[in-house]
């Protein structure tokens, strides 16, 4: 059996985690475990019980008592009520899980559960111990971070509206005061593998820091993306240099023949330089790489491109683009391309949005680097 598909995403406080790795679980489909959600849940109910939160034993005790897990649209449960978003990711709570994160006890016990969860499976796991310790076998491990600064606004962007809001330079204080806790302390500490991917978020939307995730975790299983765009490619592979089926025969049009031909990276074929997508219609097209590097971009069957989404195209690796699939083909220099397509093919052309071309450029820069 295939080794499960573990994207384990760690970092300092307010990086972004928690909402780039639910989009992008919601993208790859597969699991999401919010594991920062976990002692979110197990602070509030601390508080809600009227446990004494300053006897840590006490606070184990109950915690290490508690079921803690996700409902089927992935929202936390403390002993199976779902829990607000808004109260767990409150100010009030983000100040007080310290109570909760740095027992040794209540930590134990979250990350048995959250290793049970994640067994086996498929998934994307967001926590301050992913990397290290729920998934130290990850396939990919990301560390998500962020400058302070950068941080700090995006917490003041989403603070409560009817709360008095600190300064920005109180909370860039607070969070330097955080990542000193965090990394330092003697359970569970902020730490940055020798193998994780180092991602600054910094000046990056949240679609191409999820398009970046996305292109690492396609370079380490090239399945993981096919199968999601099954509607819009075929992929055959061969140990042999070769051609594979493109089309079935029409016997009304037995007189229909087949194009043959070579690309070569033009500028609208480059690397920063491909601003549209094409869609083919009436035949399938297939091509492979003969000689380089080239990424093949695919963004739906909808009327318009939607969300883009890149593999590498690989040797001895036919891609068979299906009809009504936005595609887009990008080649670095000196790269050359085989491709065959249907002589009656319709082509029709769409210009990107910059967001696409944003998460077009995020995959560049992960696939094709130089």
């Given at each position: 059996m295939a080794?499960?598909?573990?994207?384990?995403?760690?970092?300092?406080?307010?990086?972004?985690?928690?909402?780039?790795?639910?989009?992008?679980?919601q993208r790859l489909k597969l699991l999401f475990l919010d594991t920062g959600a976990m002692y979110r849940a197990a602070t509030v109910g601390l508080f809600d019980a009227g446990i004494n939160v300053d006897d840590p034993q006490a606070v184990a005790a109950w915690v290490c008592q508690r079921d803690i897990g996700f409902d089927a649209e992935g929202q936390v449960q403390l002993d199976g009520v779902v829990l607000p978003r808004a109260r767990i990711r409150s100010p009030e709570t983000t100040a007080q899980?310290?109570?909760?994160?740095?027992?040794?006890?209540?930590?134990?016990?979250?990350v048995q559960l959250q290793k049970s969860l994640v067994a086996g499976r498929d998934a994307v796991v967001e926590g301050r111990d992913a990397t290290t310790v729920i998934c130290p076998d990850a396939q990919l491990k990301i560390f998500l971070d962020a400058s302070p600064e950068e941080r700090a606004r995006r917490r003041l962007s989403e603070w409560p509206p009817h709360q008095a809001q600190p300064s920005l330079p109180e909370v860039v204080a607070q969070i330097r005061e955080r990542d000193q806790r965090d990394s330092s302390r003697a359970v569970g500490a902020l730490t940055l593998t020798d193998d994780a991917v180092h991602l600054y978020s910094d000046?990056?939307?949240?679609?191409?820091?999820?398009?970046?995730?996305?292109?690492?975790?396609v370079q380490r299983q090239p399945f993981l993306l096919e199968n999601l765009v099954a509607d819009q490619?075929?992929?055959?592979?061969?140990?042999?240099?070769?051609?594979?089926?493109?089309?079935?025969?029409?016997?009304?049009?037995?007189?229909?023949?087949?194009?043959l031909g070579l690309t070569n990276p033009t500028p609208e074929r480059m690397p920063g330089s491909t601003r549209s997508m094409t869609r083919n219609l009436g035949g399938r097209q297939a091509g492979t790489v003969l000689q380089g590097q080239a990424i093949l971009c695919l963004a739906g069957t909808a009327?318009?491109?939607?969300?883009?989404?890149?593999?590498?195209?690989l040797p001895?690796?036919?891609?068979?683009?299906?009809?009504?699939?936005?595609?887009?083909?990008?080649?670095?220099?000196?790269?050359?391309?085989?491709?065959?397509?249907?002589s009656g093919i319709r082509e029709e052309q769409r210009d990107l949005t910059n967001d696409q071309l944003s998460e077009m450029g995020a995959y560049t820069t992960v696939y094709l680097p130089h």
């Open positions: 080794r499960p598909m573990v994207i384990a995403i760690d970092g300092p406080a307010g990086a972004g985690k928690s909402t780039v790795t639910r989009l992008l679980a899980i310290w109570r909760v994160a740095d027992n040794v006890g209540c930590r134990a016990h979250l000046g990056l939307a949240m679609n191409e820091v999820i398009a970046r995730i996305t292109a690492y975790a490619l075929i992929v055959g592979r061969s140990r042999q240099p070769g051609y594979v089926r493109v089309a079935v025969g029409d016997p009304a049009h037995t007189t229909a023949g087949w194009q009327e318009d491109p939607g969300h883009v989404v890149a593999l590498p195209m001895q690796t036919w891609y068979i683009i299906e009809p009504g699939a936005w595609h887009a083909v990008i080649q670095s220099h000196g790269t050359i391309c085989a491709w065959a397509e249907s």
